[in-house]
């Protein structure tokens, strides 16, 4: 099943998730083999011997870093009724931009508000890779962590604030390197500023 933008799939019910499994659209042949016309058609010389198995290990590069890591998405009851935040926050991220093909990296800050389910701590993190592992924009990856985090446990309130620097602005184009973007979604309990909110940072 490819998680590309497509809407949330109903295997996101929260009571017994089951493994996602990443996307399966590559073909690393044909990466393989586009990467070699790439190189052509950049003017390099394909016979260096540095560049001989470079289309290979690009193809391989770029599969890797659309493909998210297999997992188990436990969540268990919130027996003792615990009412406040959970937040994880400097979840180190990287996604590539779908405007440029080049990376972009930052930190997430992914918190909720429990309704009758917690999440296993890691699944926050693993939920950002999940989405993060395509070709974004920072805003629609924000909102599919946010919306992901509703489906699955229909909590009382979601928090996700991501922050990264792109690199199509720092190493060509505007050549702004070191800018930083921050993007967030609020909704629920904590859609209005207040002390519960304030835990993120740069919220
Ligand atoms: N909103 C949004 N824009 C992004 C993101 N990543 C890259 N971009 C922008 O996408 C835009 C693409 O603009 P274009 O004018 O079509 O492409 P371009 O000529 O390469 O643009 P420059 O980067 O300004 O040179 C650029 O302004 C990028 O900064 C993102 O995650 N969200
Ligand atoms: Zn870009």
Redesign the pocket.
């Known amino acids: 099943m490819s998680i590309s933008n497509a809407p949330l799939p109903d295997i996101l019910a929260f009571e017994d998730p089951e493994p996602l499994t990443p996307g399966s659209g590559v073909d690393l042949p044909r990466a393989q083999a586009a990467i070699t016309d790439f190189l052509r058609a950049l003017g390099r010389d394909d016979s260096d011997p540095h560049l001989l198995d470079t289309p290979r290990r690009v193809a391989a590069a770029y599969a890797e870093m659309l493909t998210p890591r297999e997992t188990s998405w436990t969540t268990f009851p919130n027996d003792d009724g615990y009412q406040g935040l959970v937040l994880v926050k400097d979840i180190p991220f990287h996604s590539l931009?779908?405007?440029?093909l080049l990376p972009?990296r930052g930190v997430a800050h992914v918190g909720y508000l429990p309704g009758e389910r917690l999440f296993g701590l890691s699944k926050l993190a693993r939920g950002v890779e999940l989405f993060s592992r395509d070709l974004?924009?920072?805003?629609r990856?924000t909102q599919q962590v946010a919306n992901w985090l509703e489906a699955t446990l229909a909590p009382r309130g979601v928090g996700v604030v991501m922050e990264a620097e792109?690199l199509?602005?720092s190493l060509?184009?505007?050549h702004t390197a070191g800018t930083m973007?921050r993007t967030s979604v609020f909704t629920g309990l904590l859609a209005d500023a207040g002390p519960l909110r304030g835990q993120f940072p740069n919220h």
């Open positions: 931009c779908q405007h440029h972009f974004q924009v920072q805003e990856l792109h199509c602005m060509r184009g505007v973007t």
